[in-house]
T-cell receptor, first 114, second 112 residues
Framework: DGGITQSPKYLFRKEGQNVTLSCEQNLNHDAMYWYRQDPGQGLRLIYYSQIVNDFQKGDIAEGYSVSREKKESFPLTVTSAQKNPTAFYLC?????????????FGDGTRLSIL | QKEVEQNSGPLSVPEGAIASLNCTYSDRGSQSFFWYRQYSGKSPELIMFIYSNGDKEDGRFTAQLNKASQYVSLLIRDSQPSDSATYLCAVADQTGANNLFFGTGTRLTVIP
């Protein structure tokens, strides 16, 4: 089945540790996105990528890093510089191009601090 | 920062009633609008999108768009307990980045 796979489903980070969240899609989508969702808040954009080997900062990129070496994959690293990483992280993708294409989401990763 | 405003609710309706969810947006140039449903602890699921002024119907769901008033709504007819969820309004960025700006969501509870 086509879709977006995020792993792991739950992740715990120790103080000073970097952790990487995986996002893989087999929808042949060009564009991929990472969002953070905190309780009672909407989705906030961390990073996005419209094409392989290119990505742009979103509204809350500080403390995060990404790579886009393959069309199918867009991993997110939460660095030790992100002091409040506890949140629900969502990866999304769409076919890209004009700004009228819906985004589809993976199942998310819940990150907590140990 | 482009803003998308939703009444956070909670909105409670009896089973079988019409639920009306509202959203306003700040960017007058916005062209594309999306409604997502998010069950507690789950990821958002696309249920409707609308690009043109007027109504768009899909089963029990109707999206309504009024660009002059910068207002988009979602009507759910014959509401079911399974419709109980948070509904997120999203507006597409017109700068070419194909990003979405999300509201904080309206929590809907359908009472059996």
């Amino acid at each position: 089945d086509g879709g977006i796979t995020q792993s792991p489903k739950y992740l715990f980070r120790k103080e000073g540790q970097n952790v990487t969240l995986s996002c893989e899609q087999n929808l042949n989508h060009d564009a991929m996105y990472w969002y953070r969702q905190d309780p009672g808040q909407g989705l906030r954009l961390i990073y996005y990528s419209q094409i392989v080997n290119d990505f742009q900062k979103g509204d809350i990129a500080e403390g995060y890093s990404v790579s886009r070496e393959k069309k199918e994959s867009f991993p997110l690293t939460v660095t030790s510089a992100q002091k409040n990483p506890t949140a629900f992280y969502l990866c999304a993708s769409n076919i890209g191009g004009l700004g009228n294409q819906p985004q589809h989401f993976g199942d998310g990763t819940r990150l907590s601090i140990l | 920062q482009k803003e998308v405003e939703q009444n956070s609710g909670p909105l409670s309706v009896p089973e079988g009633a019409i639920a009306s969810l509202n959203c306003t947006y700040s960017d007058r140039g916005s062209q594309s609008f999306f409604w997502y449903r998010q069950y507690s602890g789950k990821s958002p699921e696309l249920i409707m999108f609308i690009y043109s002024n007027g109504d768009k119907e899909d089963g029990r769901f109707t999206a309504q768009l009024n660009k002059a008033s910068q207002y988009v709504s979602l009507l759910i007819r014959d509401s079911q307990p399974s419709d109980s969820a948070t509904y997120l309004c999203a507006v597409a960025d017109q700068t070419g980045a194909n990003n979405l700006f999300f509201g904080t969501g309206t929590r809907l509870t359908v009472i059996p």
